[in-house]
């Protein structure tokens, strides 16, 4: 299994993060991608990947929640210095977030369509944080359209129509534990979704899957996610395993 979003680095494994890592290679997942939130962060997480080279690999982008306007345009020097210095699989995890801030809209999607740019000048996917922000993020890759253009909807949480919206531009979901969730909706329609546009992904720490929900979440957990799709798929959980990897490995060309 491919764990396509997890923040290992985050301060809430500097506790046990060679034993979480563990744990998640004793349950069989072989790569880890870690999306970039800030220069804050960047050192902890290309320290990581150092350590395990071979199993976990760097984006390199600016969450929509660190865009601040006293800092976005020097964050987004710091991002572009990487992309030109190193390769990265993806820019992520970027795009728009009206959840926390609605004030800094105009200035995320400024961000959001700059590294939208430079993913297509680098031929690179792209992963989408996208929260109660569908429309507005659908309006940017609708204006940004481009045969190079694609990537991941991370953490999908939309409805039917917004995944055919997103599968319609060359994207394809990214499903974590909020499928396990009894009010997640997602569960209801993603039969209709053909596996060859889905990933597996955690994000942890974030959104436990259910039997965790609350806890904190790790890599390890990317099995209660498969089995979940196991039940709505009524495949086989190699099956589940082999094909979701695949569409990983194809996405993010190392």
């Given at each position: 299994?491919?764990?396509?979003?997890?923040?290992?680095?985050?301060?809430?494994?500097?506790?046990?993060?060679?034993?979480?890592?563990?744990?998640?290679?004793?349950?069989?997942?072989?790569?880890?991608?870690?999306?970039?939130?800030?220069?804050?962060?960047?050192?902890?997480?290309?320290?990581?990947?150092?350590?395990?080279?071979?199993?976990?690999?760097?984006?390199?982008?600016?969450?929509?929640?660190?865009?601040?306007?006293?800092?976005?345009?020097?964050?987004?020097?710091?991002?572009?210095?990487?992309?030109?210095?190193?390769?990265?699989?993806?820019?992520?995890?970027?795009?728009?977030?009206?959840?926390?801030?609605?004030?800094?809209?105009?200035?995320?999607?400024?961000?959001?369509?700059?590294?939208?740019?430079?993913?297509?000048?680098?031929?690179?996917?792209?992963?989408?944080?996208?929260?109660?922000?569908?429309?507005?993020t659908f309006e940017?890759?609708?204006?940004?359209?481009?045969?190079?253009?694609?990537?991941?909807?991370?953490?999908?949480?939309?409805?039917?129509?917004?995944?055919?919206?997103?599968?319609?531009?060359?994207?394809?979901?990214?499903?974590?534990?909020?499928?396990?969730?009894?009010?997640?909706?997602?569960?209801?329609?993603?039969?209709?979704?053909?596996?060859?546009?889905?990933?597996?992904?955690?994000?942890?720490p974030y959104l436990a899957?259910?039997?965790?929900?609350?806890?904190?979440?790790?890599?390890?957990?990317?099995?209660?996610?498969?089995?979940?799709?196991?039940?709505?798929?009524?495949?086989?959980?190699?099956?589940?395993?082999?094909?979701?990897?695949?569409?990983?490995?194809?996405?993010?060309?190392?």
């Amino acid at each position: 299994m491919i764990d396509t979003h997890t923040h290992l680095y985050a301060e809430e494994f500097d506790e046990d993060r060679k034993e979480a890592i563990q744990r998640a290679l004793e349950k069989g997942i072989t790569e880890f991608y870690l999306p970039a939130i800030d220069s804050e962060s960047h050192e902890k997480m290309l320290q990581l990947e150092a350590e395990y080279p071979n199993q976990i690999f760097s984006m390199m982008g600016l969450h929509p929640c660190y865009v601040k306007p006293e800092s976005w345009d020097h964050e987004l020097k710091i991002v572009k210095e990487y992309l030109d210095k190193r390769a990265f699989p993806a820019i992520g995890e970027i795009g728009i977030d009206l959840y926390w801030d609605k004030t800094t809209l105009d200035i995320q999607v400024k961000a959001f369509e700059q590294q939208i740019d430079w993913a297509i000048e680098k031929d690179l996917p792209i992963v989408i944080h996208t929260r109660e922000s569908f429309d507005e993020t659908f309006e940017v890759l609708e204006r940004k359209k481009h045969p190079k253009l694609r990537g991941i909807f991370h953490c999908f949480s939309g409805n039917l129509e917004q995944a055919k919206h997103a599968i319609d531009l060359n994207f394809i979901l990214g499903i974590g534990g909020v499928v396990t969730f009894k009010n997640g909706k997602i569960d209801q329609f993603l039969n209709e979704i053909p596996l060859d546009k889905i990933v597996l992904e955690t994000d942890s720490p974030y959104l436990a899957p259910v039997p965790y929900r609350g806890k904190r979440n790790e890599s390890s957990y990317l099995d209660l996610v498969a089995g979940k799709l196991v039940d709505i798929y009524g495949k086989d959980f190699s099956e589940i395993d082999r094909l979701t990897s695949e569409n990983a490995k194809k996405m993010f060309i190392k």
